[in-house]
């Protein structure tokens, strides 16, 4: 079956330029995360999605950042006024549940700030 | 905030040998992961581990739980060269929410 999808795999951006970067989880996992991770480094907790509940939006490292997830699937995470320290790969996983399901990973975006 | 902190940080070995890498924490887990990272993708999951004291194995990769859940080591016999990548824990907690280490990043080298 499909993974999970993310789009674009890579993006350039301007600083003070809004981005949107697309999640399409597994057909059928209520669990959704975003993470943040820098070249060679661990993942930072961005935002968690669990069915209809409201998100966890703790990880949001500030109020440019933002995200929705749609009738339960498709997710996108918004980053205004984009900054040079918002550079990373943003990786996107989707899971049966919460709380110590596998989780699996898209490819990721690479977004670069210019 | 549960902080997990992995070592070392970066490992070259050569082929063969013996290696192990160890996830810490002040805090308590209700379960721990460890997923392995290459280049471009995605983590993939290795294994979960529930229960103190609990050890899986997997093929030449051991994996252990500390007994008060705070620990996780992870133990790869005779490395070959296709183990190579970022090895990264996970712990949970009961609310749901998980951390993740900073990572591992094995070379081994043929």
């Known amino acids: 079956g499909a993974g999970v999808s993310q789009s674009p795999s890579n993006k350039v951006t301007e600083k003070g330029k809004d981005v949107e970067l697309r999640c399409d989880p597994i057909s059928g996992h209520t669990a959704l995360y975003w993470y943040r991770q820098s070249l060679g480094q661990g993942l930072e907790f961005l935002i968690y999605f669990q069915g209809n509940s409201a998100p966890d939006k703790s990880g949001l490292p500030s109020d440019r950042f933002s995200a929705e997830r749609t009738g339960g699937s498709v997710s996108t995470l918004t980053i205004q006024r984009t900054q040079q320290e918002d550079s990373a790969v943003y990786l996107c996983a989707s899971s049966l549940g919460g709380g110590g399901y596998e989780q699996y990973f898209g490819p990721g975006t690479r977004l670069t700030v210019t | ?110």
Do not use: M
Not at chain 2, 38 to 52: A, S, Y
């Open chain 2, 1 to 110: 905030t549960q902080l997990l902190e992995q070592s070392p940080q970066f490992l070259s070995i050569q082929e063969g040998e013996n290696l192990t890498v160890y996830c810490n924490s002040s805090s308590v887990f209700s379960s721990l992961q460890w997923y392995r990272q290459e280049p471009g993708e995605g983590p993939v999951l290795l294994v979960t581990v529930v229960t103190g004291g609990e050890v899986k194995k997997l093929k030449r990769l051991t994996f252990q739980f500390g007994d008060a859940r705070k620990d996780s080591s992870l133990h790869i016999t005779a490395a070959q060269p296709g183990d190579t990548g970022l090895y990264l824990c996970a712990g949970w907690t009961n609310a749901g929410k998980s951390t993740f280490g900073d990572g591992t990043t094995l070379t081994v080298k043929p």
